[in-house]
Nanobody, 128 residues
Framework: QVQLVESGGGLVHPGGSLRLSCTGS????????VGWFRQAPKKEREGVSC????????HYADAVKGRFTISRDNAKNTVYLQMNSLKPEDTAVYYC?????????????????????WGKGIQVTVSS
C-alpha cells in the first residue's frame, strides 16, 4: 500500500526555520518525481518545490527561491523541504505528492492536480 507521510511542521516565528519531511512507504520514492505543495486558507493549492527522479534538477516557486531547499535521501525513502527565513505568508498546510511519469517542471506548474499519490498534509504557521 502506497503511503506518504509529512512531518516537521509547526509554529515558528518570522525569520525562523523548519524542515519538512515526506516519507514514503510501499514504493521506491527515488523512482518518482516528488513535489511539495501548500494551500493557505481561501487560496488554491500551489506548487512550492519539485525535484526530478532522473537527476538533481529542481524547481522552486518565485515566492520561496533562495529560502527553501528540496532534497532527497533515497536510503530513507524521504524527501525534505528545508524552509529558512520564514514569513507569515508561508503559513499554509503543506503537502507532498509523487508521480511516476510527470516531470518536475510539469508537477510544479499549476494546477496542482493529477499526481499519483498525496500525503495528508501538515500545518506550518509563521507568526509572532
Amino acid at each position: 500500500q502506497v503511503q506518504l507521510v509529512e512531518s516537521g511542521g509547526g509554529l515558528v516565528h518570522p525569520g525562523g526555520s523548519l524542515r519538512l519531511s515526506c516519507t514514503g512507504s510501499g514504493f521506491a520514492m527515488e523512482e518518482y518525481t516528488v513535489g511539495w505543495f501548500r494551500q493557505a486558507p481561501k487560496k488554491e493549492r500551489e506548487g512550492v518545490s519539485c525535484i526530478s527522479n532522473k537527476d538533481t534538477s529542481t524547481h522552486y516557486a518565485d515566492a520561496v527561491k533562495g529560502r527553501f531547499t528540496i532534497s532527497r535521501d533515497n536510503a530513507k525513502n524521504t524527501v525534505y523541504l528545508q524552509m529558512n527565513s520564514l514569513k507569515p505568508e508561508d503559513t499554509a498546510v503543506y503537502y507532498c505528492a509523487v508521480d511516476y511519469v510527470m516531470s518536475y517542471q510539469a508537477m510544479c506548474a499549476p494546477p496542482a492536480l493529477g499526481m499519483d499519490h498525496w500525503g495528508k498534509g501538515i500545518q506550518v504557521t509563521v507568526s509572532s
